[in-house]
């Protein structure tokens, strides 16, 4: 299983990316993937993923700015960033569990390489 992230870069505040994640060996459909990010000297936090039901969580500072997607005729997931903050600067990665049919909840075991996105003006 490999995940490829990609689509970070520069940005001012108030602008958009869109981060993609392309899946390779593994067709995780839209159950427990999602988006992580890592700023410096900060914990890596969780920012936008899909259940084990399908459903669609946000964390609290991400909420009605950034919005999770997925195209699995292309198996690639996507996280479109509006509205950027200087905040929002971190390493992002996708992450997926592969074994999310043998759990009662999604508990991550595959991760991209992670892709910079920095807001600043």
């Known amino acids: 299983v490999q995940l490829v992230d990609s689509g970070g870069g520069s940005v001012q505040p108030l602008g958009s990316l869109r981060l993609a994640c392309a899946a390779f060996g593994y067709t995780p459909g839209s159950v427990c993937i999602g988006w992580f990010r890592q700023a410096p000297g900060k914990q890596r936090e969780g920012v936008a993923r899909?259940?084990?039901?399908?459903?669609?969580t946000y964390a609290a500072p991400v909420k009605g700015r950034f919005t999770i997607s997925r195209d699995n005729a292309k198996n690639t997931l996507y996280l479109q960033m509006d509205s950027l903050k200087p905040e929002d600067t971190a390493l992002y990665y996708c992450?997926?569990?592969?074994?999310?049919?043998?759990?009662?909840?999604?508990?991550?075991?595959?991760w991209g390489q992670g892709t910079q996105v920095t807001v600043s003006s």
């Open positions: 899909f259940e084990r039901d399908g459903s669609t």
């Open positions: 992450a997926a569990d592969s074994l999310w049919r043998f759990r009662s909840s999604c508990s991550f075991n595959h």
